[in-house]
């Protein structure tokens, strides 16, 4: 596709399941970052990858949390054992790689944990 | 690690009117995003700028970064109920650094 793609668009989970967010990247960008943002607060970082390069996980809040991105393109961001503090819009972001210009941003999945 | 700050909070306009919303950068920035964010949607990229006293305009927004002070500043001229959402500024801090957001100025146009 054109734009950086995210499914599912909203997510209604009860507390204590593990849930999936997929990203689909630009093609032929390097980079793919993922966000959090709460209800009325800015972007949270949680995790980055470049390339075949180690990831940056320093933003991931708990063990709780994982990604994986495989082949260079499609990413998956799991949440394990839900907890209501979960609840935002996670962001997914892609771009050609640090410092060579704009992250585009997918619509984002809305994460509610009953 | 680098954190944005961005001031005001939160900004009402009347339609018309022209506005200045600003961003400070901990270190220094190596480059400055503006994004605009609509309620529960994605961000969408405005301008980037990377060299100091660098200024840029598209339609009736100007952003400018003054790369001493660590600032940037973007600026609506006429503004109109189209402009509202949340404004976000990002920099990226170099190599080894997170891609960071500032918290966001959320604007509102009255008509």
């Keep these: 596709g054109a734009g950086v793609s995210q499914s599912p668009s909203n997510k209604v989970t009860e507390k204590g399941k593990d849930v999936e967010l997929r990203c689909d990247p630009i093609s032929g960008h390097t980079a ?37 991105r495989t082949g260079g393109s499609v990413s998956t961001l799991t949440i394990q054992r839900t907890q209501q503090e979960d609840s935002a819009v996670y962001l997914c972001a892609s771009s050609f790689g640090r410092g060579t210009g704009e992250l585009f941003f997918g619509e984002g999945s809305r994460l509610t944990v009953l | 690690s680098q954190e944005l700050e961005q001031s005001p909070q939160s900004l009402i306009v009347q339609e018309g009117k022209n506005l200045t919303i600003n961003c400070t950068s901990s270190k220094t920035l190596y480059g400055l995003y503006w994004y605009k964010q609509k309620y529960g949607e994605g961000l969408i990229f405005l301008m980037m700028l990377q060299k100091g006293g660098e200024e840029k305009s598209h339609e009736k927004i100007t952003a400018k970064l003054d790369e001493k002070k660590q600032q940037s500043s973007l600026h609506i001229t006429a503004s109109q109920p189209s402009h509202a959402g949340i404004y976000l500024c990002g920099a990226d801090g170099g190599y080894g650094q997170n891609f960071v957001f500032g918290p966001g100025t959320r604007l509102s146009v009255l008509p």
Excluded: M, T, V
Excluded at chain 1, 38 to 67: C, M, T, V
């Design chain 1, 32 to 68: 793919l970052y993922w966000y959090r943002q709460s209800l009325g607060q800015g972007l949270e970082f949680l995790i980055y990858f470049q390339g075949n390069s180690a990831p940056d996980k320093s933003g991931l809040p708990s063990d709780r949390f994982s990604a994986e």
